[in-house]
T-cell receptor, first 112, second 114 residues
Framework: EAAVTQSPRNKVTVTGGNVTLSCRQT?????MYWYRQDTGHGLRLIHY???????QIGDVPDGYKATRTTQEDFFLLLELASPSQTSLYFC???????????FGSGTRLLVI | GEQVEQRPPHLSVREGDSAFITCTYT??????FFWYKQEPGASLQLLMK?????EINEGQGFTVLLNKKDKRLSLNLTAAHPGDSAAYFC?????????????FGSGTQLTVMP
């Protein structure tokens, strides 16, 4: 069964701080996604990738960078964190041959 | 681009009653439709995936209806029980500029009271 593991589970940082959220999937899925979840908005797509070295911009990319270092690993980078980036972040993966998404358990980020 | 509107944002029902959640979408070329359940502190759990060619799908304790004419996707939890208390999200998958995209509704917080 495909697994998506996110770390850390919780993170607190100060405004202007540098944060990296990690995501690893173990089923060699092509696609990986970063979403943020905020009350009243559902999940919104930040960035996604369809393979190592590839990066695509999502719907709410401002203030975020991402890097797909390997097939398994996808990182979300906040280089100058702001309170507006306080949110619950989900990573997901999907194989290109089907429409099923596998979600991680989420990372709760608080920027103070 | 595609827009998905989900209603209601909050829903409270008594145990044994039905709970009805609806999403409307705008892109007539949407192909796949999803309902997810999210329990507190947990990730999203896929309840059902519906293809555009199928209008009614039944799961364990719920029914999903797709009305392509009205561009409406509905989730009906029949005989709800307290274990159904969770947030529910619809999602619509559509093709945009040659790439598949997934748009989520804003969610419905369901509370089932004993």
């Amino acid at each position: 069964e495909a697994a998506v593991t996110q770390s850390p589970r919780n993170k607190v940082t100060v405004t202007g701080g540098n944060v990296t959220l990690s995501c690893r999937q173990t089923n060699s899925h092509n696609y990986m996604y970063w979403y943020r979840q905020d009350t009243g908005h559902g999940l919104r797509l930040i960035h996604y990738s369809y393979g190592a070295g590839n990066l695509q911009i999502g719907d709410v990319p401002d203030g975020y960078k991402a890097t797909r270092t390997t097939q398994e690993d996808f990182f979300l980078l906040l280089e100058l964190a702001s309170p507006s980036q306080t949110s619950l972040y989900f990573c997901a993966s999907r194989d290109s041959s089907n429409s099923d998404y596998t979600f991680g358990s989420g990372t709760r980020l608080l920027v103070i | 681009g595609e827009q998905v509107e989900q209603r209601p944002p909050h829903l409270s029902v008594r145990e044994g009653d039905s709970a009805f959640i609806t999403c409307t979408y705008t892109d007539p070329n949407s192909y796949y439709f999803f309902w997810y359940k999210q329990e507190p502190g947990a990730s999203l759990q896929l309840l059902m995936k519906v293809f555009s060619s199928t209008e009614i799908n039944e799961g364990q304790g719920f029914t999903v209806l797709l009305n392509k004419k009205d561009k409406r996707l509905s989730l009906n939890l029949t005989a709800a029980h307290p274990g159904d208390s969770a947030a529910y999200f619809c999602a619509v998958r559509f093709l945009s500029s040659g790439s598949w995209q997934l748009i989520f509704g804003s969610g419905t917080q369901l509370t089932v009271m004993p």
